[in-house]
């Protein structure tokens, strides 16, 4: 093989990853994040009354062309995001204890935060969705309750909800960084800033959620 052939396989690749490092930033966003809010202000929900959150899951699950909706809208960007989410857990190289700065620990974070993250969809999808469908599950409050009142599970849902919205914040400056939606030093600092504010509002709204689960 000539260098030049060489050279052109190295920007092709090049251009490859670029590309898919563009779709995995933007599904992160969009639908991935929105559909983390809509998550979250559903659960939110049942602070106010555990019939409210009921009739809202009702409403969900009664959506039209759901399970299309599914597989289409949430399952297959969330299984792309993962995949190369997991790559690149895979190839990145930790190095916080050589350069302990504030980026670098964020960086170091958000694939801590992504392996919980993907561990806790499985297990949640498993345990509501998968469930409901194959023994007639009732997704309601009362089934929340329940699983929520063992503390093994309490504790697996505190930890995954913190790692999943600050998986989520730190995401949205990485996308604006990425996309160049955001340039200059200072504008960036200011919107981590405001992205970790963004992580402290949501995780306290899924906090909540959790605790009026568990009264």
């Not at 909800?161 to 960036?188: D, K, M, P, Y």
Request: proline share 2%; with cysteine.
């Amino acid at each position: 093989m000539s260098q030049a052939n060489v050279i052109s396989d190295q920007a092709g690749l090049s251009d490859y990853h670029f590309f898919v490092r563009k779709l995995h930033s933007a599904l992160g966003l969009f639908p991935i994040g929105i559909f983390l809010l809509e998550h979250l202000i559903t659960n939110s929900l049942a602070a106010l009354s555990p019939a409210l959150y009921d009739k809202a899951i009702g409403h969900l699950m009664n959506l039209p062309y759901l399970g299309l909706i599914e597989i289409l809208i949430i399952a297959l960007p969330l299984t792309i995001h993962a995949i190369y989410g997991l790559y690149i857990v895979y190839v990145a190289k930790n190095n916080i204890g050589r350069y302990a700065y504030v980026r670098n620990w964020m960086f170091y974070l958000q694939r801590i935060s992504a392996l919980i993250t993907f561990a806790f969809v499985l297990v949640h999808v498993w345990q509501l969705r998968v469930a409901h469908a194959l023994y007639g599950l009732e997704i309601s409050y009362v089934t929340v309750q329940q699983l929520l009142a063992q503390p093994f599970w309490l504790t697996f849902y505190i930890i995954s909800l913190l790692a999943a919205t600050f998986h989520f914040s730190n995401g949205l400056w990485n996308f604006s960084v990425s996309w160049g939606i955001v340039i200059g030093e200072q504008s960036q600092q200011f919107l981590w800033k405001l992205c970790m504010l963004f992580f402290i509002i949501t995780s306290i709204l899924g906090l909540s959620s959790i605790w009026a689960f568990i009264q």
